[in-house]
């Protein structure tokens, strides 16, 4: 009895295995073939801009550079937002004070000089454009300007250095840098060098703010470029709003055709606009404020210099072949201020606290700065942008 059921379920399985594997050929599917509409689109191409404002070096700022055995280092300044810099396709910075070195003395307000020193940290840091056309570009005159020049030529040959030149044909001389395969010009002008007059030799010194020169800057980038960046140092210090001077250069940039301006100057952050009309859009950043600063001013509003904000922009190139923002925001910043070694830095307001902010030395110079209060001049400058 039991070779029978032995036999039976040995029989049975090769039955079934043999009916298993002749059912098998109507089981095969066919290979599926993908229409044209199901197949995924490939992304198209696209660069990441990021900037930040205003690195003013107050004595306080300068001073924290200073190490315990006399050398000098700054990547403090930039170490708690560098994942940003580093990540963005092209970073740029307003470098406002020049840096012509520790020769000609480090200095503060009124009359900045910076040390090479925070060049090498801003290199460090990753950025790739470094923009000198402000204010404060001839503090300490022609040896400054070529101390500058010179040092980043030397050190940092493959950084753009924009906004002051040595030589009439840098100055005519369009930036371009292509990045995934999208030509983005950036050009770089203050509204003037606080009544410093331009080197006799050295005309081209510095860019600024001429109607005739940028309209024709403007149309040689359009020519050459598909995306136009312009950085206007600009506006009035301490308002958090355009003035009248920037609504008149922004009907010039739009009229021109620039697609981007995102500007420094101010010390305080102004709105963020998306201008649009027959002559297409631009975003206009008014200002970003400060990166870093540590004024010694007193009184009611100097907590709004402790705000300042980095731009972070998209741009996409369509099946046309044109150039456009496909996103923008804003990235609010603080910056934090102690006395000493490495002790003052920039920190991402998302990344702030209010025992950050109870620390802060510009407390004693106006009580009302707060977390709330930096978030609440956020919101109302940038509005929608910002998000905590």
């Not at 940290?121 to 400054?144: C, M, Q, R, W, Y």
């Not at 297409?280 to 008014?286: A, E, I, K, R, T």
Request: with cysteine; aromatic share 10%.
């Amino acid at each position: 009895m039991k070779k029978f059921l032995v036999w039976s379920m040995l029989f049975l399985l090769l039955t079934g295995c043999a009916a298993e594997h002749a059912a098998a050929p109507s089981q095969t599917q066919a290979p599926i073939e993908t229409t044209a509409a199901e197949t995924e689109a490939p992304s198209p191409p696209s660069v990441t801009i990021a900037m930040v404002g205003d690195v003013l070096l107050h004595e306080k700022v300068s001073d924290s550079g200073r190490m315990e055995d006399g050398s000098y280092r700054y990547d403090h300044l930039f170490q708690n937002v560098q994942d940003e810099i580093e990540g963005a396709d092209i970073a740029l910075v307003n470098q406002e004070v020049i840096l012509g070195g520790r020769e000609l003395g480090l200095s503060g307000y009124p009359c900045f000089n910076g040390a090479f020193e925070v060049g090498d940290s801003l290199a460090s840091a990753g950025f790739d454009v470094i923009l000198h056309a402000t204010n404060h570009t001839l503090d300490k005159k022609e040896p400054g300007l070529r101390n500058c020049l010179n040092f980043w030529r030397k050190s940092y040959p493959d950084l753009a250095v924009l906004g002051i030149y040595d030589s009439a044909a840098a100055r005519d001389t369009i930036y371009i840098r292509e990045e995934n395969g999208i030509k983005i010009a950036i050009l770089n002008y203050t509204y003037g060098t606080n009544g410093v007059p331009l080197p006799t030799d050295m005309p081209y010194a510095v860019n600024l703010l001429e109607e005739n020169r940028v309209r024709a800057d403007i149309a040689r980038a359009k020519e050459a470029a598909d995306f136009v960046i312009v950085t206007p140092h600009w506006g009035t210090e301490y308002v958090l709003e355009p003035d009248a001077y920037q609504k008149k250069w922004t009907q010039i940039f739009y009229e021109c055709g620039v697609d981007l301006v995102i500007g420094t100057h101010p010390h305080v952050i102004e709105p963020v606009e998306m201008i649009t009309g027959e002559n297409g859009n631009m975003l206009v950043y008014y200002s970003l404020g400060n990166f870093i600063n540590a004024t010694a001013e007193t009184g009611k509003g100097i907590a709004n210099r402790m705000v300042g904000a980095m731009a972070q922009i998209t741009v996409s190139m369509d099946e046309n072949g044109k150039a456009y923002i496909s996103d923008y925001g804003v990235l609010p910043l603080v910056s934090h201020v102690r006395t000493g070694a490495e002790q003052i830095t920039t920190y991402k307001l998302a990344d702030y606290t209010q025992q950050l902010a109870d620390e802060n030395e510009i407390c004693a110079s106006d009580p009302d700065f707060s977390l709330a209060y930096c978030q609440n001049l956020c919101r109302q400058i940038f509005g929608t942008l910002y998000s905590e």
